[in-house]
């Protein structure tokens, strides 16, 4: 049972929208940052988005990610067959005093 | 470019102690701001925060672990490790090494992962 709370599974046909959500609690997401982290079949996760809607360099802008109250989201725009990934958000928790991860999301892109 | 590469037995029996290394190279273990992190994930399962560790020694863990986790720096090699005691089949699973921008922040380089069974 992860602390943040995430759908199982997404999916979406290429050039679509979707959205995967994340949502926490007034200790974690709701008094700190949130990050997503996009892993690939086989390899190891990588930094999607930090501090709730920052993009490394090299991150393509159709991903973004956002951030309300205790739950956040992230949202990926003109979907592509190599988008398909499990998608992972995470964010300090006060009362466990470190990091918890949701439970990850299974894109399809169909 | 940033590499962190875990190493370590990838066959452990159950009761006993898991040991990994994790090498950084193309930059130092001591920069000041950066944490360096053990995250794991179970066959077909999600992400698990194990603890982080600062050059200088300061760890934090993940409560749940903590009673049986022991991360160590080592700054003249350029490595961290991890042990973790009295291992069951519950903690089979890769487990990553990774860089962290701060102590409750995002971890922007990662290992490859190394997988470990726990199983006699």
């Known amino acids: 049972q992860s602390v943040l709370t995430q759908p199982p599974s997404a999916s979406g046909t290429p050039g679509q929208r979707v959205t995967i959500s994340c949502s926490g609690s007034?200790?974690?997401?709701?008094?700190?940052?949130v990050y997503w982290y996009q892993q690939l079949p086989g390899t190891a996760p990588k930094l999607l988005i930090y501090?709730?809607?920052q993009r490394p360099s090299g991150v393509p802008d159709r991903f973004s990610g956002s951030k309300s109250g205790t739950s956040a989201s992230l949202a990926i725009s003109g979907l592509r067959s190599e988008d398909e990934a499990d998608y992972y958000c995470?964010?300090?928790?006060?009362?466990?005093?470190?990091?918890?991860f949701g439970g990850g999301t299974k894109l399809t892109v169909l | 470019q940033l590499q962190l590469q875990e190493s370590g037995p990838g066959l452990v029996k159950p009761s006993e102690t898991l040991s990994l290394t994790c090498t950084v190279s193309g930059g130092s273990i001591s920069s000041s701001s950066y944490y360096w992190g053990w995250i794991r994930q179970p066959p077909g399962k999600g992400l698990e925060w194990i603890g982080s560790i600062y050059y200088s020694g300061s760890t934090y863990y993940n409560p749940s672990l903590k009673s049986r986790v022991t991360i160590s720096v080592d700054t003249s090699k350029n490595q961290f490790s991890l042990k973790m005691s009295s291992v069951t089949a519950a903690d089979t699973a890769v487990y990553y090494c990774?860089?962290?921008?701060?102590?409750?922040?995002?971890?922007?380089?990662w290992g490859q992962g190394t997988l470990v069974t726990v199983s006699s």
């Open positions: 007034s200790s974690n997401i709701g008094s700190n940052y």
């Open positions: 990774a860089r962290q921008v701060g102590p409750a922040e995002d971890f922007d380089y």
């Open positions: 995470a964010t300090w928790d006060d009362s466990l005093s470190g990091v918890v």
């Open positions: 501090r709730n809607n």
